[in-house]
């Protein structure tokens, strides 16, 4: 059977035609830029492992945060670098901690205008590099969420709008709402790294904040990538247990993921378009390998297609000025 008045390419005919009828539309409001901010720093310090990504001082966190603002990019998600760490991370929590210090600047500074989102983890915190507490070498997943629920109120307290707990330890979305309600902050968001797998995609990342397990791996607390049918069940305990948010990480490697998860719930999905990811475009466009412009758009669309509403995404600001036409 033919269809002779069928052309698709009709619909394709020139720039303008493509633009009116194009389905995928991401935006710089979809986006999410990391910042790397380290305690007692004054100038930045590249990480090598991440091309054009720093480490920053406090002064440099709210310049960063000023130009997301000036991008159209609505959120930033910190990530800290103590001067100090120790075994139970307790820097993490200290209400003068470089994260609650940056968060209080940034808020000072921007106010309103910019959704200040904080990594709550240990890993960044610990001399071991896990993200929890360890005893004989092995995670103690219970006395971790007690600290989980402290790092994240001393957070809120300082002005955080979203904690987005990343250590994947069994219930911490829960002892996080528990302990933001108790301590009167239930206005707070949580935005949970439901579904994160141990992947060899985040060893630049590791390098830039310093935290590499110094013995084993995560994998007793990240998940395996070749059990996806695990996926729905984490999701459906961090919606139970109160995220607001939820995400997949990586995003590219796991298309298939988002997509799944995207059409069996009903809240806001973010994805983590993660340090490995960026870091092989960067290296292959620096060797004149592939047009990196084209390529990121390709890959951001790709994200949102596959359904994630969020793309946390080292490549933010150069996205929102491509999609500004900046
Ligand atoms: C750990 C954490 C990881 C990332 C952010 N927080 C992964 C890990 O080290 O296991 C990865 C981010 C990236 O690769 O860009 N809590
Ligand atoms: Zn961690």
């Known amino acids: ?3 002779p008045n069928v052309r698709m390419n009709r619909l394709r005919k020139t720039e303008n035609i493509r633009r009116m009828v194009q389905d995928i539309r991401p935006s710089s409001n979809d986006l999410i830029l990391p910042i790397f901010v380290q305690e007692g720093l004054k100038k930045s310090i590249s990480i090598p492992s991440m091309p054009n990504v720093n480490r920053v001082s406090l002064e440099q ?10 991008l159209g990019i609505p959120a930033v998600i910190l990530f800290g ?20 210090t ?5 808020r000072e500074e921007l106010g309103e205008d910019l959704v200040i989102i904080t990594d709550t983890c240990l890993c960044g915190y610990t001399i071991h590099g896990h993200c929890g507490i360890i005893n ?5 997943n219970d006395e971790t969420l007690e600290l989980y629920g402290k790092i994240a109120v001393s957070q809120a307290e300082s002005g955080s709008d979203i ?3 990343s250590g994947m330890m069994d219930g911490q979305v829960k002892v996080i709402r528990d302990a ?3 301590e009167g902050y239930s206005d707070r968001m949580i935005m949970a ?7 060899a995609f985040y060893a630049p990342f590791r390098k830039a904040v310093d935290s590499t397990p110094q013995f084993g791996d995560r994998r007793s607390y990240q998940m395996n990538y070749s059990n996806p049918d695990e996926v729905m069940r984490e999701i459906k305990l961090d919606i139970e247990e109160g995220a607001d948010i939820v995400m997949v990480k990586p995003a590219l490697a796991y298309l298939d993921i988002i997509h799944r998860v995207k059409s069996q719930i009903n809240i806001p999905l973010a994805a983590y378009n993660v340090s490995g990811e960026y870091s092989l475009v960067k290296a292959a466009a620096e060797k004149g390998w592939v047009d990196e412009k084209k390529i990121i758009l390709e890959i951001i669309t790709a994200i949102k297609r596959a359904g994630s509403d969020l793309i946390i995404t080292n490549h933010a600001k150069d996205v929102a000025r491509w999609l500004n036409n900046k």
């Open 1 to 3: 059977m033919s269809f």
């Open 61 to 70: 966190a709210i310049e960063e945060g000023k130009e997301a603002v000036s």
């Open 81 to 100: 670098i103590p001067s100090e760490k120790n075994e139970g991370g307790s820097s993490a929590y200290n209400r003068t901690g470089i994260i609650q």
């Open 102 to 106: 940056a968060v209080r600047k940034m």
């Open 136 to 140: 004989e070498g092995k995670i103690l």
């Open 163 to 165: 904690v987005a707990p």
């Open 180 to 182: 933001l309600h108790k």
């Open 193 to 199: 790294y439901s579904v994160k797998f141990a992947s």
